[in-house]
């Protein structure tokens, strides 16, 4: 058993990350899962869910085939996110279902990985949990076909590095979608924003090659992708971690040479949006104008306090500059409310700054506090009842100002991506350049192209549009 260690989490060395092309191997185990079937649960965000894609790509070469029903599975694999309090309590409900599933059919195997597997207080619990019988980290998901071998032959299994590993660029994927791509650019977080566990749970920063980053996309495009989305905790801090200057900008204008129609990155952190990243995104076309860019507080006090390292003001700067320098570009952005000693007025602050910006959407959190994170321990005096209602007034100016922003696209035409069908009934769903959900009446032969739509409906949430054949 190698179990996480937060003091171990938290080391930053100075040992150089190796790029790894053959770390991932199946040792023979390729007919492990013949006539099986796994069934995989993901939690939390866009990370987790391009992991998920990876653990699909491993268990589909060592012969497993996906099914979505529970009660087919032989192997059942919990994808898990530890950034919140509500994350946690929602894989902890699934794994109860597994646990009655596990106890009438105790042939099942259960795999629980992802960050919540990183965490030291929550496995020294689950460890003895007899119906969990594989626990992996984040760092080390790639062999999981060894992990099944061994729990096969020998018993439970629980292997987690609190070091983070390598970079290892041979594991198989299976994508979710044909027309759309993530691609992870960076892995792991050296901010250490105070009331964050990501820094812990995923490890030192290290950049992707970008010759195997623009190999990939260009792969893609080859086999008829229409957009990428460049995923990192802090895709503007890429190349940090490298001996030269190359950074996200250089990185941005290589990805855009290949052609591919849309690029997208998230998650862009203030701290380091430079002018010449901006440069690159007003000069190619293929890069998408949506900017995601949390601002999480708009108290220039309590961003000290959460260790972001910029102010109000020079968040503002950048939002000025994206706006004159790209043409209908959007911005939406995180929120934490009620961050430990958050008062009336701090929270004002944040209101005003949303004011000032009046984003297109925005995620809101209520403040959540991580085992072992500098946040969980200090003293915050508000009211639970007194967070939800600041949370719910900011939801209810963003929700305003989201409304605006859809208004403003009425009757005109955006070129939207079709992805798939829609919710909604006989439509197809896609998004505009700027990142907009639309519905959109149109045939099926359209699903994974680009077509110009005519908005003819707004929602706070989405727009409704139609097919603009003039
Ligand atoms: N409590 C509440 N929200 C959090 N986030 C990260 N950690 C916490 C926490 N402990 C939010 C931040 C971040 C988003 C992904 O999740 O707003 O940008
Ligand atoms: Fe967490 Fe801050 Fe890193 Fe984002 S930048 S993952 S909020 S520590």
Redesign the pocket.
């Known amino acids: 058993m190698n179990l996480p260690n937060m003091k171990d989490a938290k080391i930053r060395s100075k040992k150089e990350v190796k790029i790894l092309y053959d770390d991932y191997n199946t040792n023979n185990l390729l007919d492990l899962g013949k006539d099986k079937k796994y069934l995989i649960l993901t939690y939390g965000c866009q990370m987790n869910v391009h992991d998920s894609e990876y653990i699909s790509g491993i268990m589909e070469d060592i012969g497993y085939t996906k099914t979505d029903e529970m009660n087919e599975a032989d192997v059942i694999i919990v994808n898990t996110c530890a950034i919140r309090e509500n994350a946690h309590n929602k894989a902890e409900g699934m794994l109860g279902r597994i646990k009655h599933l596990k106890e009438e059919k105790e042939n099942i195997i259960v795999i629980f990985c992802g960050c919540m597997a990183q965490e030291e207080g929550l496995v020294s619990k689950i460890k003895d949990y007899k119906w969990i019988d594989i626990i992996c980290g984040t760092h080390n998901y790639h062999k999981i076909p060894e992990y099944l071998y061994e729990y096969m032959n020998s018993g439970k299994m629980c292997e987690v590095y609190s070091i983070e590993g390598n970079v290892i660029e041979n594991i198989p994927v299976k994508r979710d979608s044909k027309y759309s791509a993530w691609v992870n650019i960076q892995y792991g ?1 050296d ?3 105070t009331y ?1 566990i ?2 812990y749970t995923r490890g030192k920063q290290r950049s992707r090659k970008s010759e195997d980053i623009v190999d990939e996309v260009r792969e893609l495009y080859n086999n008829g992708y229409q957009e990428v989305t460049l995923l990192g ?2 895709v503007n801090a890429y190349g940090k971690d490298f001996q030269d200057d190359y950074d996200f900008a250089d990185l941005l204008g290589e990805v855009s040479s290949t052609g591919i129609p849309r690029i997208r990155f998230v998650t862009s ?1 203030p701290w380091d949006f430079t002018d010449k990243m901006i440069d690159v995104i007003s000069r190619c076309d293929n890069i998408m104008p949506y900017i995601h860019l949390p601002i999480q507080s708009g108290s220039d006090r309590i961003l000290k306090l959460m260790g972001r390292k910029y102010t109000t003001k020079e968040y503002l700067e950048i939002v000025r500059k994206l706006r004159e320098r790209i043409p209908n570009v959007s911005i939406t952005t995180d929120i934490i409310v009620g961050f430990p000693g958050e008062t009336e007025d701090d929270f004002k602050q944040t209101l005003d700054i949303v004011n000032k910006v009046k984003y297109d959407l925005a995620y809101t959190f209520i403040f959540s506090p991580r085992e072992g994170t500098p946040a969980s321990m200090m003293e915050d005096k508000t009211s639970m009842e007194e967070k939800k209602k600041r949370l719910a007034r900011l939801n209810e100016l963003i929700n305003k100002y989201a409304l605006e922003s859809n208004k403003k696209m009425k009757d005109k035409v955006y070129d939207v991506l079709i992805l798939g069908e829609s919710d909604k009934d006989d439509k197809y769903m896609g998004y505009t350049d700027n990142m907009k959900l639309v519905n959109v009446k149109c045939d099926k032969e359209y699903v994974g192209k680009i077509i110009p739509v005519k908005i003819t409906g707004v929602k706070t949430w989405s727009l409704d549009g139609e097919v603009n054949d003039k």
């Open positions: 977080c901010k250490f924003c964050c990501v820094p905790q802090n952190h």
